[in-house]
């Protein structure tokens, strides 16, 4: 059973502009969610997190928003860059200690 | 700071070899250690979770006699592929959580390796 969802299997988007990637969970237990991004033959890089008592978290041109009552959270690039091309995961856990529970990952693509 | 060297990045073997892969923390103590698994295409598979000085805990449907992990020391964690096959073939990645940062919730961030991929012939 998902419980962290990544719906849209790639992205494309022009560079300079915004890349919105989006994450739904089901699981109302999860109190920490992570994204991370991960290029080809390489592991997951760390990018930023956002825990259940704030509704945003903001780090240069990375922003997470969270959501609640929807069960979904969201992840902004602004200004997008050739160098963001990667698949993003989004990933949640239940306490400090929980397991990670990753989505299937979105492709970005960034055109010149 | 936060990094955790995997090793070999890749290997190729033969059917019913055994295979060693490497996860180590560089610059922190990680007191447990996790490994995944990943399809082509596909989400990360959490396969165990490692604890330094006690058995690791496999997650439903990872057979714990064919991945032996072992977590000696609180800068390395071993998975060995016991009589690989075919269908062992996969990227294998490990990963390692810093020490609690304190908060509410508390931070639960993992750092990855660089990942192994692993090829049975």
């Known amino acids: 059973d998902q419980q962290v969802k990544q719906n849209s299997p790639s992205l494309s988007v022009q560079e300079g502009r915004i890349s919105i990637l989006n994450c739904d969970y089901t699981?109302?237990?999860?109190?920490?969610f992570l994204w991370y991004k991960k290029y080809p033959a390489e592991g997951p890089t760390f990018l930023i997190s956002?825990?259940?008592?704030?509704d945003k978290n903001e780090d240069g041109r990375f922003t997470v928003f969270l959501n609640k009552s929807a069960k979904h959270l969201s992840l902004h690039i602004v200004p997008s860059q050739p160098g963001d091309s990667a698949v993003y995961f989004c990933?949640?856990?239940?306490?400090?200690?929980?397991?990670?529970?990753f989505g299937a990952g979105t492709q970005v693509v960034v055109t010149p | 700071g936060a990094v955790v060297s995997q090793h070999p990045s890749r290997v190729i073997c033969k059917s019913g070899t055994s295979v060693k892969i490497e996860c180590r923390s560089l610059?922190?103590?990680?007191?447990?250690m996790f490994w995944y698994r990943q399809f082509p295409k596909k989400s990360l598979m959490l396969m165990a979770t490692?604890?330094?000085?006690?058995?690791?805990?496999?997650e439903q449907g990872v057979e714990k006699d064919k991945f032996l992990i072992n977590h000696a020391s609180l800068t390395l964690s071993t998975l060995t592929v016991t009589s690989a096959h075919p269908e062992d073939s996969s990227f294998y990645i490990c990963?390692?959580?810093?020490?609690?940062?304190?908060?509410?919730?508390?931070?639960?961030?993992?750092?990855f390796g660089a990942g192994t991929r692993l090829s049975v012939l």
């Open positions: 990963s390692a959580k810093t020490p609690g940062q304190g908060g509410h919730p508390a931070k639960n961030i993992q750092y």
């Open positions: 699981n109302s237990m999860f109190d920490y």
């Open positions: 956002i825990s259940s008592i704030k």
């Open positions: 990933a949640a856990s239940a306490g400090s200690w929980g397991k990670l529970q």
């Open positions: 610059d922190f103590q990680a007191t447990t």
């Open positions: 490692s604890n330094e000085g006690s058995k690791a805990t496999y």
